[in-house]
Structures are given as structure tokens and as C-alpha cells.
């Protein structure tokens, strides 16, 4: 009788499992937005642009990782994954994702040809194990990990099941987390990201991934699925970090100038109704030329020109009337490197 009510117990556990609900982590539109936790040195801007992603691609505040039409590689259809960063402004192709929402399980093909890997696997059950390879070894070492326990997270859209897999062979790994309906909060297509340690603006964050040199802000599945709040919080209340919304916020003025041509970058007034002047304390010659950007970062005006500015103090005016009242990102940018200032427009 024992043996009839364990089998039964059995059957039920195992139908109540099946039967639990699956949170998919692709829909027709996907974005995932990224920022990084630590105080960078500003690079010279970008000579040369590319058309796929290199591994692990890099980026100094802000990144997305997003999904395109479908296509077809083999006998499966893929989600196009393109990849824009502000170390790059030229979107590249960063591989190809699909999702097999009754096995429960997220595939990835590279743009190096490698073959496909099995990205999340939603239906391991706790001591299962999978190999997985990063590109770069830091945070994460590559080795076969396990699932430990399944555990419950919460987003902005509600609780989803969290799966902690560990390396016990390597005791400096770091536990790997997979949200389900979201990803890894380090990156979505972690084996690939740039994996790092860091302990930089918001390293005071409980919890993971805040050691980690990068983190997921937002995750857009047609709605925000995930936001760090204490993260925001952190930016919001730090004036060296340019905030637009929960999912988009990155640092603008507490980089080291090592690069840079200027010692300063004023702008006023701030707010303005279009009409602003720029202070500038030019310590090296250099050519210089402001970018204005919108609150996503997309480029809005054509770039405009300031020439070639002596080392001393310049004062310029500018017109940007025909801007919308907003906040945007002014980039006043020279040969080696560009500072970059809030700016308010109000009509």
C-alpha cells in the first residue's frame, strides 16, 4: 500500500511540475538594456564600424541587445540579435536565438559559425548539469554547472521562477542565475558578454549581479519584465549619471580625462529655450564638434562643427531651437576623446 501512495505522490508532484506555467523569454519584440557598474577611462571615439559583434563586446556605459525579424538557418527559424553600444554607435549582428517553448529551452547560434548552444534550459530538473563556454573568463569561469535549487525572483511584472547553477568543481566560480521569462541579469546571451569583476557605482547593491562589470536594467518583452530599483535609486541620487527612465541611465562625468582635450565643459543656461553657450577650458589643441542625442541615444541633429579650438578658455553660442522640450545628451567631441553634459530644453 506504501508503494501505491509513493507512485501516486510521484505522479501528481510530477504532473503539478508540468503543469506549472511558462514564462517564455521571446516574444515579438525583444530589447534588453545594460549598464555597467564601474568608472571608466573615456576611449578615443571609434575610427572604424562593424558588421558583426566581436566577442565579448564591449561598451563603457550603455548597451542593447535586441531582436529583428525572423529568418530561417537550417531547419529552424531565428530570431536576428543586433547589438548597439556607446563605444559603437554602428548597430552589428550579434547572433541568433530561438526558443522552444515546449521543451522550455533558449538556443543560440554565434556569428563565428559556431555550432548551436543550448543558451537556458528551463526544464533541468535540481542536480542536473550542462558544460558551458564563455569567450572570456573572469566573473564566470567556464566548467560543467549544476542546478541547485530553483527559487523564486521578483521583476517589475511579477515573480518568476530562478534557477542557481553552480561549478562545485571550481570553488571561484561565481552561482549563475537564470530568470525565467528574462535571462541572465549579467547578460541575456551570457556566455558571451563582457565578463568581469567590478566594484565601481553600484557595487552597495545586495544581491547579484552588482560585483559584475555589467547588468541588466530593462528587459522589454512588449513591457518592462526587469529593472534593478536599487541601481536606479543609485543613479538617480549620483548627478554624475545622466537618468532618463528605469531602464536607461549611464555615467557622463566621473570618468578619467586621460584622453581628453578639455579640462572643462560648461553649459548655460541649463534648462534653456534652445539657446545655449558652451564654456570651454581647451588645455590641448584639437577639433572639436557637438553631437546632440535623445533620450535613448540615437543621434538627432546633424553634427555641428566648432573648428579647431587653442589651448585657453572659448565661450561659443549655439541655437537649438528647433529641438522639443526634453532632456538630451550633448557630446562635445574631439579627435581623442569627447565629455559629454545634461542638457534641458524647455519651450
Not at 48 to 56: A, D, I
Not at 188 to 217: E, K, L, R, V
Not at 218 to 247: L, P, Q, R
Not at 339 to 347: D, G, M, Q, S, V
Amino acid at each position: 500500500m506504501k508503494n501505491i501512495y509513493l507512485s501516486l505522490f510521484i505522479l501528481l508532484f510530477t504532473k503539478s511540475i508540468v503543469a506549472q506555467q511558462y514564462y517564455p523569454l521571446l516574444d515579438s519584440i525583444n530589447s534588453w538594456n545594460y549598464t555597467t557598474n564601474y568608472i571608466p577611462v573615456r576611449l578615443a571615439n571609434p575610427t572604424t564600424s562593424q558588421s558583426n559583434c566581436t566577442y565579448p563586446y564591449w561598451f563603457i556605459n550603455t548597451m542593447t541587445e535586441f531582436t529583428t525579424g525572423d529568418t530561417t538557418i537550417g531547419s529552424f527559424i531565428y530570431k536576428k540579435v543586433n547589438a548597439v553600444a556607446d563605444l559603437n554607435p554602428t548597430l552589428c549582428y550579434f547572433g541568433f536565438v530561438r526558443e522552444d517553448t515546449s521543451a522550455r529551452k533558449v538556443f543560440f547560434l554565434d556569428n563565428l559559425g559556431n555550432p548551436e548552444i543550448t543558451l537556458y534550459d528551463f526544464s533541468m530538473s535540481i542536480g542536473n548539469s550542462l558544460p558551458i563556454i564563455f569567450t572570456q573568463s573572469s566573473y564566470f569561469i567556464s566548467g560543467i554547472f549544476t542546478l541547485d535549487s530553483i527559487t523564486n525572483y521578483r521583476t517589475s511584472s511579477g515573480w518568476r521562477p530562478a534557477y542557481n547553477l553552480n561549478d562545485h568543481a571550481n570553488p571561484l566560480n561565481h552561482s549563475l542565475t537564470w530568470i525565467e521569462g528574462v535571462g541572465n541579469l549579467a547578460d541575456a546571451f551570457y556566455p558571451y558578454c563582457n565578463n568581469q569583476m567590478s566594484t565601481g557605482w553600484y557595487w552597495n547593491c545586495q544581491g547579484f549581479p552588482h560585483d559584475n562589470i555589467q547588468f541588466m536594467t530593462c528587459f522589454d518583452h512588449n513591457y518592462k519584465v526587469y529593472y534593478d530599483s536599487c541601481a536606479y535609486v543609485e543613479a538617480v541620487s549620483n548627478g554624475c549619471i545622466n537618468t532618463v527612465d528605469t531602464c536607461n541611465y549611464w555615467n557622463i562625468c566621473g570618468a578619467i580625462n586621460e584622453n581628453s582635450s578639455l579640462t572643462s565643459l560648461t553649459i548655460f543656461p541649463n534648462p534653456s529655450n534652445g539657446k545655449i553657450n558652451l564654456a570651454l577650458d581647451v588645455f590641448e589643441k584639437d577639433n572639436f564638434s557637438i553631437e546632440i542625442y535623445d533620450n535613448t541615444g540615437k543621434k538627432i541633429l546633424r553634427s555641428i562643427s566648432l573648428g579647431q579650438l587653442f589651448s585657453g578658455k572659448s565661450e561659443i553660442e549655439l541655437s537649438l531651437e528647433g529641438l522639443p522640450a526634453g532632456f538630451y545628451l550633448l557630446e562635445c567631441r574631439g579627435e581623442k576623446a569627447s565629455e559629454f553634459r545634461k542638457l534641458i530644453i524647455e519651450n
